[in-house]
C-alpha cells in the first residue's frame, strides 16, 4: 500500500514549537495524510507512549526526534535512548542504527537550518541514509541542491513539512511503499528505500504566521 506521511513535525515541546499534537493530527486528518511522525528538538517521543497516544486519537504517531550533532540535525525515527546535546554526528548514526532505529538526514544542505552538509552526507555514505529533499519550511535551492545530492550519492529521498505550527503540517510529506499502516512496515520501507518525496515549500504569508506564533510563545515565557 502507499502511504502518505509527513516525517518531520515538531510539537510544542520544541522549543520553537506552538501546537499540540492533538492540533497536528487535526490537521494532519483534513490533509489526508496517513501519519506522522513527531521530531521535536532533542526531545524523543518513545514507541510506547507514540502507541498510547495513536491510539487516543485514531492516528499513526510515529515516535522520533530531532537530534542537535556536532555538524547539525539528525532525524532517529524509533529512538531507543537518548543521545547528548552536540554528539558527534557519525556516532549518532552509528549507534542510532546499531539500537534499531532508522535514521534520516533532514535539510541536508541548508546552513539556516542546521544542515550539516554535503561532507558530513558523504562521511555516512556506508550507512546509506535517506536524505530529505523536500523540507517545506527551507528556501527552494537548498531542497534543489539536496536532491541533487541525492541523486548524485544514490541515496533514497524523503519529504517533511518540518512545521513547528500545524497548520503547515502536510505541506512536504513522503509517499511509502508499505506493507501495511503499522510503524515497524513503514520504518522497513523506508530502510529500503521504497519512498518518494512529495510537496512543496510552505507559502510566505504562512511561513510568516508561524514564525509570529512562535514569537508570541517565547513572550509569554
Known sequence: MLLKIDLHVHSEA???????????????????LDGVAITDHDLPLNRNKAIELSGEMGFLLIPGVEITTSFGHLIVLDPRRNFYFNAPFLEVVKTAIADGSTVIIPHPTDPFSHGVGEKSVKSSLPYSLPLEVINASTLHRYNISAARLADTLNLAKL????AHWAPVVGDAFTIIESQDQTVDAILDAIK???TQAQGNETLFTTTMQSILKKF???AKL
Open 14 to 32: 520544541s522549543k520553537d514549537g506552538v501546537s499540540s499534537i492533538r492540533d497536528i493530527v487535526k490537521s494532519a486528518k483534513e490533509k489526508h
Open 159 to 162: 519529504g517533511g513539512s518540518d
Open 192 to 194: 529500503k528505500g521504497r
Open 216 to 218: 508570541i510563545k517565547h
